[in-house]
């Protein structure tokens, strides 16, 4: 796979870093309630949930991160809805 080492998002399924969280981490990490949590995920806030399986679902650790230092950083809703617009289109190029 030659065409990887042009591409550092693809590079970044092979990082040991990459992680699937569930909602009880996500929520702990954020200090927030369910509630709000899925307040800010209908907002476009946070990044929705990937299928792991028929009847369970993760989120990436590194989104959650992400958003979490956006949030941090003083970003505005519509600059964190850019983010997350943004972190949910690389997952297409993780999977390339």
């Known amino acids: 796979m ?3 080492a042009h591409n550092p998002i693809s590079t970044t399924v092979q990082n040991p870093d990459l992680q699937i969280i569930r909602k009880p981490q996500v929520l702990k990490m954020l200090g927030i309630s ?7 995920l209908n907002a476009g806030l946070l990044p929705r949930a990937i299928a792991l399986g028929a009847n369970s679902v993760g989120y990436f650790k ?3 991160i992400s958003v979490l230092l956006a949030m941090a950083a003083g970003k505005n809703e519509d600059e964190l809805k850019e983010l997350v617009k943004t972190l949910v289109e ?4 993780l999977a390339a």
Request: hydrophobic residues 25%.
């Open 2 to 4: 030659t065409h990887a």
């Open 34 to 40: 369910k509630s709000n949590f899925h307040i800010k």
């Open 62 to 64: 590194h989104e959650v």
């Open 90 to 93: 690389q997952r297409q190029q």
